[in-house]
């Protein structure tokens, strides 16, 4: 009976670490640039996201990524580096702008 529980918890944490992130209020409206647009915009520091569980690593560190931009005001994003992270993580680093 304890290891029919611990495999049905084990289970359920897993499906939970898999669910999708999904997009915050005022994330979804900011928008990618280049560096030559970055060098009209006021910075507001580096971000970096990553997502080590699940179906969905590559879109769930992105959505973090722009969930946090949006909570420190950014409106862009200026992305620095996407790539694995850990056995068979995803992570992104971006810089957080606010542009005119």
Known sequence: MNKFILIACSGALLWLAGCATSLEPGAERIRMVTAEQKAACEPL????????????KTQNSMNKMLNEAARRGANAV???????????GVSVTAEALRCK
Do not use: E, R
Not at 78 to 88: E, T, W
């Open 45 to 56: 520091g580096l971000i970096a996201a990553d997502q080590q569980l699940g179906p969905y």
């Open 78 to 88: 200026f992305l620095v580096s996407q790539g694995k992270s850990g056995i068979d």
